[in-house]
């Protein structure tokens, strides 16, 4: 059976968390949803709600 990993954390900095807040901000502000950008970036909308939400960060260029 597979192991139990306990609650998921998230462990965020106050620069994470700042970053998350202006990404969401700039989006809302383009006029864009989720979905319309995740479209543009070719990416499912749970991509860009991952980043926003903090659960996924940025460790490399996401465009080529």
Same mark, same amino acid.
């Given at each position: 059976?597979?192991? %139990?990993? +306990?609650?998921?954390? &998230?462990?965020?900095? #106050?620069?994470?968390? !700042? $970053?998350? #807040?202006?990404?969401? *901000? !700039?989006?809302t502000k383009a006029g864009l949803t989720q979905h319309?950008?995740?479209?543009?970036? &070719?990416?499912?909308? %749970? $991509?860009? #709600? &991952?980043? *926003? +939400? +903090? *659960?996924?960060?940025? +460790?490399?260029?996401?465009?080529?």
């Amino acid at each position: 059976s597979p192991r %139990s990993r +306990g609650p998921l954390k &998230k462990l965020h900095s #106050a620069d994470q968390r !700042t $970053f998350c #807040a202006v990404m969401r *901000e !700039t989006r809302t502000k383009a006029g864009l949803t989720q979905h319309d950008l995740a479209k543009r970036l &070719k990416r499912p909308q %749970s $991509f860009v #709600a &991952k980043y *926003e +939400g +903090g *659960e996924r960060r940025l +460790g490399r260029p996401l465009l080529p």
